[in-house]
């Protein structure tokens, strides 16, 4: 089984604030997702990176992809209360025939 | 963009019922959809995958007489949640895609309460 461990698992800050959410594993992935989940609600995805050292931004959004393809990270500035939720890393096999999902990060931002 | 229509959206039923739950890809055939398991502010588990004209993969751990899974249609997957009991209350996840590897679509979701 490929493991993706997310940290932290949660995590609850102030509007305003910066956060980094990481995404690892021993096991290389051909590309990496990255899902927000609302309760009562399925994943929509907010990104998708395929390159070793990949950097995408979507508007306060950062995401990375490690050098070696194991790992990511997304990191969000100036968190604002929409963007609490759950959020979801997904590695694609290298095979190209399924998709692990990470353990979760439950995000809550205080206004 | 692609979209997953996942009925119904939540359901209660009595303990020993039968619920089934639907999958449907409204705009594009998705012969690959997977079903999904999900506890309160946790990850999502994979149940198991369901290929259109053929038998469901399931998990390690995922009782195939429990779950039943049909893929009869490349727009449609059903999940039977089979004698249903209350540690079967759950929020269930469907996702579909047009081919293995290619973008996932995910349903809403249905939240299944078992009393």
């Known amino acids: 089984t490929q493991l993706l461990e997310q940290s932290p698992q949660f995590l609850s800050i102030q509007e305003g604030e910066n956060l980094t959410v990481y995404c690892n594993s021993s096991?290389?992935?051909?590309?990496l997702q990255w899902y927000r989940q609302e309760p009562g609600e399925g994943p929509v995805l907010l990104v998708t990176?395929?390159?070793?050292?990949e950097v995408k931004k979507l508007k306060r959004l950062t995401f990375q992809f490690g050098d070696a393809r194991k790992d990511s990270s997304l990191h969000i500035t100036a968190a604002q209360p929409g963007d609490t939720g759950l959020y979801l890393c997904?590695?694609?096999?290298?095979?190209?025939?399924?998709?692990?999902f990470g353990t979760g990060t439950s995000l809550t931002v205080i206004p | 963009g692609a979209v997953v229509s996942q009925h119904p959206s939540w359901v209660i039923c009595k303990s020993g019922t039968s619920v089934k739950i639907e999958c449907r890809s409204l705009?594009?055939?998705?012969?690959?959809m997977f079903w999904y398991r999900q506890f309160p502010k946790q990850s999502l588990m994979l149940m198991a995958t369901?290929?259109?004209?053929?038998?469901?993969?399931?998990e390690q751990g995922v009782e195939k007489d429990k779950f039943l899974i049909n893929h009869a249609s490349l727009t449609l997957s059903t999940l039977t949640v089979t004698s249903a009991h209350p540690e079967d209350s759950s929020f269930y996840i469907c996702?579909?895609?047009?081919?293995?590897?290619?973008?996932?679509?995910f349903g809403s979701g249905t939240q299944l309460s078992v009393l």
């Open positions: 705009d594009f055939q998705a012969t690959t």
């Open positions: 096991s290389v992935f051909s590309s």
């Open positions: 996702s579909a895609s047009e081919g293995v590897g290619e973008k996932l679509f």
């Open positions: 997904a590695g694609l096999s290298n095979t190209g025939n399924q998709f692990y």
């Open positions: 990176v395929v390159t070793g050292g």
């Open positions: 369901s290929n259109e004209g053929s038998k469901a993969t399931y």
